[in-house]
């Protein structure tokens, strides 16, 4: 009998789901609220403390998660702001773990214990993702404005100890820059393999505008070189450089080519749903006011108006480039790319970190940031 592992028969069910537009992945946003204050996060802002009175209270993504198992979710993540600092963390998570839902937690570990240790080794998730943002308390600080470097890495080896799949991020932005490859090497210190995830951000949701957490393209270039020679590998220069963009008199594709609105969506702090947690504005339906099955189907038209730029179909740097349309295109309807993108992909195909044929391996999962 022919066997599968978990991770093609996850990747299987998924790309089925995308045919049927059935929500097999949800991603849940239980909180903008976090322990650090990382310069360049999506979610978290100064003010979200402020703003605890406006997040779901513990009946209502009680009641989400009863809704969205029954539209057919298999995947569940928990993510935040830090999810770990929801007073109802373990009843939300066992809530969800009853009904035999796969978990993915998204966490900077600093709140780990062996108390929170011991119920996901009774509970198993499917896996837990930490993020570590230095290679030293003071680097740490330079990203979160706090320390925690030392409490994080416990938090991961305790979570290691009790026999829990975790996994080890690193985030890029300018923050991190100057101790981007030397997180890495402490984290492949601690005995862990480090994520290694594309070095692009996406917006703020709060300041889409804001572009100065972005690494330049220099470090990009250099750092993602330096990182492959390290951890993965390194291609011999390109020098017959194929020129950028395919035939534009094609009509442009609608929709997303990845899982976002077709078989992920999420549930934001307040109740929004949005196909992708990277979409920068997004006036998705409010889970306060709708189910969340008539909230899917609203979310599943949405994505379908997002424009493919019309640039990329034939490109011959199409694999080289990033799949997510958030970071290749100018804007999501424009149905053009951003030049800023195409040029940098260029260079790291001539710099031998990407390579034309070859989509790069990417560790990071696509639906979840
Ligand atoms: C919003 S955080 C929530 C989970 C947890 N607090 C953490 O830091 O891992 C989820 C992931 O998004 C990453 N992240 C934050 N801001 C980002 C941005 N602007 N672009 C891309 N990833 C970002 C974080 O580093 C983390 O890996
Ligand atoms: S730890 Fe995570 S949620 Fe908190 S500010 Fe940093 S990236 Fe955002
Ligand atoms: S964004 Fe990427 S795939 Fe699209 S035209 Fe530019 S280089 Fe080619």
Redesign the pocket.
Known sequence: METINFANWKKNLINDSNNYNSPICVQYELTAR?NLD?K????HNQNSNKLKDQELSTEQWKAIMDDAFNNGMMFATL????CLLRHDFKELYLHLWKKGVYITI???GILIDDELAELLKQHQPEKVRI?IYGSTEEGYRNVTGHTGRDRAMNGVKMLRDAGINVQV?V?GSSYIAPDYINTLCYIKEQGFNPLLSELA??P?RNDPESAE?YMKPDDVVSLAHERNRLFRKVYPPCTDLPKIGGDCKKPCSFGMTCNAGRSMAVVCWDGRMMPCASLPSWDGPSLKEMSFADAWKITVEQAKKIVQPAECEGCAYKKACPKCVVMRAEDLYSGHCNSDVCELTKRLVAAGVKKLDKPQENDEDEFE?
């Open positions: 976090c990382c360049m996060c999506y979610v993510t935040g702001g830090e998204l966490s900077n993020s991020n985030t951000l996406i703020k957490h940031h």
